[in-house]
Every structure is written in structure tokens, then in C-alpha cells.
């Protein structure tokens, strides 16, 4: 099939085209006689009862819903951390570690490898909440979710794990830009993209109810 708007091809059960976004019919419903009873038959876009509209998630609503998810991966990570550090016998090196005394070379590489074990604890939780969520059938970590959003690919369709994950990832990208002018792009692109969400060929749109 090709869009009505600007030509492209598009895939079939696409909602809207990925190059414009535009919604475009599959099938409309015969015409029937006027003098048949009952309501006229709604046209039938991509085989749903009437024409889609794309939505997308504008910049202050996924900030939003990144600070609830932050707030929920911190609670998560303490969570994590603590009894790892009393299983793995870390906290007795701890309690022995006084920051106001010069340290040798075994405090210079406990501290180190606290700090390793903490950034992998993070990495990890980070990257398995967000690929997971986003290409669960939700399509929405909690936070997305509590808002009413979804990530879903350029044709409007659920995403797989890979390209979850290549967004989660993307994100280091974006934390590149001075100014956050990465995340920034949300609010102004034509699709309400950031550069994370460019780079996977992703979208965040508001869930139509």
C-alpha cells in the first residue's frame, strides 16, 4: 500500500505512515441505499472503525514520566544494593573505611570496586526496566503508563526488545548534547522526538482510550 499524502509505501495494519505520519484508509464501507434503516457504517481505516489520530507525547508530559520512573529505579536499586552489600560481606569493609584518614592501596581499590558494582547495578536495572516495559504488551515503563503513553515504532506498531534496548541506549547519545538539547528535541521535532528516539526509529504517542 502506498500513503494518500505523500507516496511512500507503508506496510499493511499500519495505522499512520511512518515517513508522514498521516492516517490513511484501507477499506470504506459500500455505500448503502438511503432508505436502509439504521445509522450510515463508519469507514474503516486500517482495519479499525474509524481513522486514527496520531497523538504524540509532547516534551513536559515524557519528563514527567521520566522523573517517576527515576523515582521508582532508585527505590529499586536501593533495594538491590543493600542486601547485596551484606551478602557479599561488603559492609564490613565499609565500616571499617574512614574517609578522613589517608587511604592505602586496599582502600583506594574497595572504594573503587564499590563504586563498579553500584554503576553495573544501575546499568543493568536501568536497561532490563525500560527495554522490558517498552516491548511488554504494555509498550510503557510505569511511569508512560501512569500517564497514558506508549513507544511504539514509525507505523504506529509494538517494538521488540532490540529496538527498546537500542533506545535505552541511544540515550548516552543524547546525554552528549550540551544543554539536553538532545531531550529538548521532544518538544519541537514534527514527531515529538528526541534524539534517542530518531536514532531507533521510535515514537511516544498518548494512548487513545
Not at 469507514?43 to 516534551?59: C, I, L
Not at 515503563?141 to 513507544?151: D, E, I, S, W
Not at 529538548?184 to 528526541?194: E, P, S, W, Y
Amino acid at each position: 500500500m502506498y500513503c494518500t499524502k505523500c507516496g511512500s509505501s507503508v506496510s499493511d495494519g499500519a495505522a499512520f505512515c511512518s515517513n508522514c505520519g498521516q492516517a490513511f484508509p484501507l477499506a470504506t464501507a459500500p455505500q448503502r441505499s438511503i432508505l436502509a434503516a439504521g445509522p450510515a457504517p463508519q469507514p474503516v481505516y486500517a482495519g479499525v472503525a474509524a481513522s486514527p489520530r496520531v497523538d504524540y507525547a509532547g516534551f513536559w508530559l515524557r519528563l514527567l514520566a521520566l522523573i517517576i520512573d527515576n523515582a521508582i529505579l532508585g527505590l529499586g536499586f536501593v533495594l538491590v544494593l543493600i542486601p547485596l552489600v551484606f551478602l557479599t560481606g561488603l559492609h564490613k569493609l565499609l565500616e571499617d573505611f574512614h574517609p578522613d584518614e589517608d587511604m592505602n592501596n586496599v582502600g583506594i581499590v574497595m572504594l573503587v570496586g564499590i563504586l563498579l558494582l553500584a554503576a553495573t547495578i544501575s546499568l543493568i536495572l536501568t536497561w532490563l526496566y525500560h527495554a522490558l516495559m517498552e516491548s511488554s504488551d504494555w509498550q510503557a515503563t510505569l511511569g508512560k503508563r501512569v500517564l497514558g503513553l506508549v513507544v511504539t515504532d514509525m507505523a504506529g506498531q509494538r517494538v521488540s526488545f532490540g529496538r527498546s534496548s537500542g533506545r535505552h541506549f541511544g540515550k548516552m547519545i543524547t546525554n552528549l548534547i550540551p544543554a539536553f538539547l538532545g531531550y529538548i528535541m521532544a518538544g519541537f521535532t514534527d514527531k515529538r522526538q528526541a534524539l534517542h528516539d530518531m536514532l531507533s526509529g521510535c515514537l511516544v504517542l498518548r494512548r487513545n482510550n
